[in-house]
């Protein structure tokens, strides 16, 4: 009887065992999934209960790509440190430096396309304007009336046009800055990857984009630009993650 007994309870315990084995073989596969895939929702930061479909989303770090569905839901393959974006027509394109792997929530803005005000503090008649006097002589680079003398060069619009160039390519290099400085200042970056102090003024100091690169890719996606920047700045060694001092002239 006692044998018996200790036959029953080995072979309770191997099926018990077996049930384990089981359950941790059908539980393990979600184990790894949700460790190597970032899943979550997105809606419309308008209407926070209205569900996405067909957004983009895109780990750029390892080339992934997936679309919402239906449902607005997503599930994309990705790890810790890697970077996200979600875009859709119509709407701005959103980036994420990844820091965990918890389901998220994702709220798109509608885009909107703004003209900026202008404001009119002088008048000039434009050259180009067809007002003409009857009595005037047609204008000519070379005049070769003989009347006058000889030749004479007509130079003085040529150096008109310079000068306008100049001031419009001010204006135009003074809009980018504004924009720059709206969007990349330190309240900006301290927000999105969490700088402080001197390390956050050294950082937008050494990685402020220039005009040129905000000019090459419209719209510019500065929160790409500055995870990008970021982890730049992590390779370089402390020595390096600051501009050197100026030189001060000797007399």
């Known amino acids: 009887m006692l044998i018996a007994n200790i036959k029953l309870k080995g072979v309770l315990n191997l099926m018990m065992l077996k049930k384990l084995l089981l359950l941790f073989l059908l539980v393990l596969p979600t184990i790894v999934f949700a460790q190597t895939a970032l899943t979550g929702n997105i809606f419309d930061n308008e209407n926070r209960t209205n569900l996405l479909q067909g957004v ?15 449902d607005g839901h997503f599930a994309i393959a990705a790890k810790v440190g890697d ?3 979600f875009g859709m027509a119509g709407f701005e394109t959103d980036t994420v430096y990844l820091i965990n792997l918890f389901p998220r929530n994702v709220y798109l803005r509608v885009q ?8 009119v503090t002088a008048a ?3 050259p180009y304007l067809n007002f003409k006097d009857p009595n005037a002589v047609a204008a000519r680079g070379v005049d070769y009336s003989k009347d006058r003398g000889g030749l004479r060069l007509n130079l003085g ?20 800055q504004e924009e720059i400085n709206k969007n990349f200042n330190a309240e900006y970056v301290k927000n ?12 937008i100091a050494m ?12 719209p510019f996606n ?20 600051k501009l050197p001092p100026l030189v001060k002239k000797t007399n």
């Not at 983009?56 to 239906?70: P, R």
């Not at 999105?192 to 950082?203: A, Q, R, V, Y």
């Not at 500065?222 to 993650?241: C, E, G, N």
């Open 83 to 85: 970077l996200i974006s």
């Open 157 to 176: 619009y040529g150096k008109y046009r310079r000068e306008q160039a100049k001031l419009q390519a001010l204006i135009e290099d003074e809009k980018y």
């Open 112 to 119: 909107v396309t703004s003209l900026n005000a202008v404001n």
């Open 222 to 241: 500065y929160s790409f630009y500055t995870v990008k920047a970021y982890h730049a700045w992590l390779k370089l060694p402390p020595s390096q993650r």
């Open 192 to 203: 999105l990857i969490k700088f402080e102090g001197e390390d956050l003024k050294n950082f």
């Open 56 to 70: 983009a989303v895109k780990n750029l770090s390892n080339k992934s790509f997936v679309l919402t569905d239906k």
């Open 207 to 218: 990685f402020r984009p220039t005009v040129e690169q905000v000019k090459a890719d419209r």
């Open 124 to 126: 000039k008649i434009s």
